[in-house]
């Protein structure tokens, strides 16, 4: 069955290091994987789209990486901030409608 | 603009009673969707739509119904509810189409318990 890992313990960085968290999936062949933020008691948000033929997706001080080969995707987020704390989900998705959501990993941004 | 809202925000029920999740956009998104998140099990899809007037089953439908009489609504029926069911509950909605970034607008979610 399709099947999306993320890190299930929680990541602690420094503050204005950069943080990797990573989303490996199998049995599945991805049109796009997407990346979503989610707050404590607060619905996900939507942050990054990369697609199947793209290697790196860039937004601020936020990079996606996506490799099919290795059915993996890395986000990094630069210059860690405390206010980047939150739970980050991967997503996978193809044309048929709907996406699938990883565990998700929690991110402490530590000052 | 108020995006997705989902009413009610809170509920607690007694198992065996019946209760109805609404969920509302906006954006004239096409396609809607419900879902669950547990502890350790992360965000799973129940039902989901592509357009008024149609539904299709998700991951985990057993035990809900759904309906989209109006394009901009999206109803979650829960008929006898079950502890199992205790849950917080998110509608997201989305444009249809490669044109887009598949984007999913959440909405804040109803945490509902089963007793």
């Known amino acids: 069955s399709q099947k999306i890992e993320q890190n299930s313990e929680a990541l602690n960085i420094q503050e204005g290091k950069t943080a990797t968290l990573t989303c490996n999936y199998t049995n599945y062949s991805p049109a796009y994987l997407q990346w979503y933020r989610q707050d404590p008691g607060r619905g996900p948000v939507f942050l990054l789209l990369?697609?199947?033929?793209?290697k790196e997706k860039r937004k601020e001080r936020l990079k996606v990486t996506f490799d099919t080969t290795l059915k993996q995707s890395l986000f990094h987020i630069t210059a860690s901030q405390p206010a980047d704390s939150a739970t980050y989900l991967c997503?996978?998705?193809?044309?048929?409608?709907?996406?699938?959501f990883g565990k998700g990993t929690r991110l402490h941004i530590l000052p | 603009n108020a995006g997705v809202t989902q009413t009610p925000k809170f509920r607690v029920l007694k198992t065996g009673q019946s209760m109805t999740l609404l969920c509302a956009q906006d954006m004239n998104h096409e396609y809607m969707y419900w879902y669950r998140q547990d502890p350790g099990m992360g965000l799973r899809l129940i039902h989901y739509?592509?357009?008024?007037?149609?539904?299709a089953k998700g991951e985990v439908p057993d035990g809900y119904n759904v309906s989209r009489l109006k394009k901009q609504n999206f109803l979650l029926g829960l008929e006898s509810a079950a502890p199992s069911q205790t849950s917080v509950y998110f509608c997201a909605s989305s444009y249809s189409g490669d044109s887009h970034s598949y984007e999913q607008y959440f909405g804040p979610g109803t945490r509902l318990t089963v007793t």
């Open positions: 739509s592509v357009g008024e007037g149609t539904t």
């Open positions: 990369i697609r199947e033929n793209e």
């Open positions: 997503a996978l998705g193809n044309r048929d409608d709907k996406i699938i």
